[in-house]
């Protein structure tokens, strides 16, 4: 589990770094699919794995930071340091044992769930590799190459 | 570990569903970004998965079949299900402690490196879940909805 989300953090950082090359007008271009810009997106897998994680910790919800805070590279990186500092520590603190608790959450219709947080864990996870894969064809578009999607030869076995 | 694998294969299945609608031309017609095509990045999902975990139960790689072979829904579709059947088996009597094994992998520069056996499995994961990012957005491109990620509502943890 917790291989996973130090593979998503290091592809964000690869991705963070590709931006760097790129006009900040072609990052926040509305784009055909997913969440609709390169910036935005990574600001929505920010945010959404803040969230989840903060309920894990708090059983409270966030509401989600307006975008238009948010919109260029330098401030979505630092909203994900910053929030990256709140919940890595809670991820590598995470034991085999802390999967089967369970969870109440309801959503904007009160509607009510239960949840395993290992549940949880693999949402948060297999949603930023998703939205990274959108990233890839945008990057084509672009005419860029994008950041490698391998979870091999990046050192978080060694 | 298997969640994720169950997660993925529940996915792939809502693709194969989703394609029945979509007129085989636009399931083979050439796109930006990924692997180039809807019924391409299925069958290369369903190719990496069964030569990975064949590599890890025997030690021997597979030749990549040609996808001309396999260039329609049904076909891809087949080969899902005929792979599926090989493989489930060994992913469903995975235990945690086998992801600490490692193995030797030889590319085909003749390039030799040491994997942990749960590094493999994780990579395969990623693997399907980036290219399926990137159906959602060929899917809007067709002017369709794609299949939703969420890992959770279905019923993976009942």
Chains 1, 2 share one sequence.
């Not at 990186?77 to 995470?94: D, T």
């Not at 109440?104 to 990274?132: D, L, P, Y």
Request: aromatic share 12%; glycine share 6%.
């Amino acid at each position: 589990m917790k291989k996973l989300f130090q593979y998503n953090w290091q592809v964000r950082e690869d991705w963070f770094r590709w931006c760097e090359d790129i006009p900040e007008e072609e990052l926040l271009k509305k784009r055909v699919g997913g969440v609709g810009s390169v910036l935005y997106t990574l600001f929505h897998i920010v945010d959404v794995e803040q969230s989840w994680i903060h309920f894990l910790k708090t059983q409270q919800n966030l509401e989600e930071p307006p975008f238009e805070d948010y919109a260029s590279l330098s401030k979505v990186k630092a909203l994900s340091n910053q929030f990256h500092a709140e919940i890595e520590p809670f991820i590598q603190s995470w034991t085999n044992e802390m999967d089967s608790l369970t969870i109440q959450a309801t959503n904007s219709k009160g509607q009510t769930a239960t949840f395993r947080h290992g549940e949880i864990m693999q949402h948060v996870i297999a949603h930023e590799i998703h939205h990274i894969g959108q990233l890839s064809v945008w990057a084509r578009e672009i005419g860029r190459e994008p950041v490698t999607a391998n979870l091999i030869f990046r050192g978080l076995y060694e």
